[in-house]
């Protein structure tokens, strides 16, 4: 019986303080095969005809990196077979995307040809409210969630003053050594891929980190209150591998989109993760339990409790509030679908699924041919 493959799930963009963040270009290997940039309106089947590609790859044994959209969780923004150097990707706003290597590389899947053009003008400005009002709601979500942030800020405060920040060093300088300290410094430095391992979504903070790490078997897990030196820590261990030429993958934070959440080295089968609110991991049996609370000092904890419920339970209230926002956009955006969706020809855009699918198959074969897999992504460890 043939293997299934390996299924990865990740975000390449999110919803941020500073409005929608994206890290599109890391989605695809550099030296990718081949990309497919899927246009077209909303409710057209971009999602359904991407997935049900990645579907169909599994079932004939190839890993799959599926990335799905901060703005609506159960959708997709692209898929990628890291074995074979192929990418598929929505390129509509707010993510746009457009060929870099027309041809050669990258060609637009245009899926506006299979809608009834006439009969989607009629509802030109139903549409144009509702896309009027999704960007209103985001907007409102975006001044949310930077509200939310400098409350966080303020609660990492109290805990940064209260650290011993050179038990922090000791602590991240015994991982380094622990797990780099045996291999020189390459004259190649490494590459450091950049993605989200959570989402702030309309469904709240959601993670697929599981799907992350779940191969690596050596993990750590990064425990403690704001402020406590775990991003930093988290740096300075990818900086390490870089300087020895790893492929890095790197996870950041919505919240702080420039702080490191995860680091994951595929090559050493090593993940480190870091678990707070409001983006909680569960460590497993397995799991190292790195605690940076070890490095307060309680008596100025206690002194400042009352400001840290204060700003724990304001960050909470704001945070939700732009999730709600977030989750109102989403109708909005439900609506755009309703003009579309009536209005296309989705056994012409199954057709070309096909088509696509049979030359994905193809380039697979010709990988295979050339030399074997691993284009630069690759899952397994």
Not at 213 to 221: I, M, P
Not at 245 to 265: D, I, M, R, S, W
Not at 335 to 356: C, H, Q, S, V, W
Request: aromatic fraction near 12%; include cysteine.
């Amino acid at each position: 019986m043939q293997t299934k493959g390996y299924i990865k799930r990740v975000f390449p963009g999110n919803n941020t303080p500073d409005g929608f963040f994206s890290y599109y270009d890391y989605m695809v290997p550099k030296d990718a095969n081949r990309v497919f940039v899927i246009k077209g309106g909303p409710g057209v089947g971009k999602s359904t005809f991407m997935t049900a590609i990645a579907r169909d790859m599994v079932d004939r044994g190839y890993d799959v990196e599926i990335h799905h959209c901060s703005s609506d969780n159960g959708s997709v923004d692209g898929v990628v077979f890291p074995e074979i150097g192929i990418g598929i990707l929505d390129g509509t706003w707010p993510h746009v995307v457009d060929p870099k290597v027309p041809g050669a590389v990258d060609e637009i899947v245009w899926l506006g040809e299979f809608w009834d053009e006439e009969s989607v003008r009629a509802s030109k400005e139903e549409i144009l409210q509702a896309q009027k009002g999704a960007e209103s709601v985001f907007r409102r979500a975006y001044r949310f969630l930077k509200a939310a942030q400098i409350i966080y800020e303020d609660w990492e405060s109290i805990y940064m003053e209260a650290m011993d920040f050179g038990k922090a060093n000791i602590i991240a300088q015994d991982i380094v050594d622990e797990n780099f300290a045996h291999i020189d410094v390459s004259l190649k430095p490494g590459f450091q891929r950049k993605l989200f391992a959570s989402a702030i979504t309309p469904d709240g903070m959601v993670n697929y980190l599981n799907s992350i790490v779940a191969e690596c078997k050596k993990r750590y897990a990064i425990c403690g209150h704001p402020g406590t030196g775990k991003s930093v820590l988290l740096h300075k261990v990818a900086h390490a591998a870089l300087e020895r030429g790893f492929f890095v993958e790197t996870y950041f934070c919505p919240l702080h989109p420039e702080k490191v959440e995860h680091v994951v080295v595929p090559e050493l089968g090593l993940a480190l993760t870091k678990s707070i609110e409001p983006h909680t991991y569960v460590p497993g049996q397995k799991d190292q339990i790195v605690d940076m609370n070890s490095c307060l000092d309680d008596s100025i904890i206690e002194r400042h409790y009352l400001y840290i419920v204060r700003a724990q339970d304001e960050f909470l209230r704001l945070f939700d509030s732009g999730i709600y926002y977030i989750g109102q956009a989403k109708q909005y955006h439900d609506a755009l679908e309703r003009f579309y969706a009536p209005n296309m020809d989705f056994g012409g855009i199954e057709a070309l699924r096909k088509t696509i699918m049979e030359r994905i198959l193809a380039y697979a074969c010709e990988a295979e041919i050339n030399g074997g897999l691993g284009y630069g992504y690759g899952l397994g460890v």
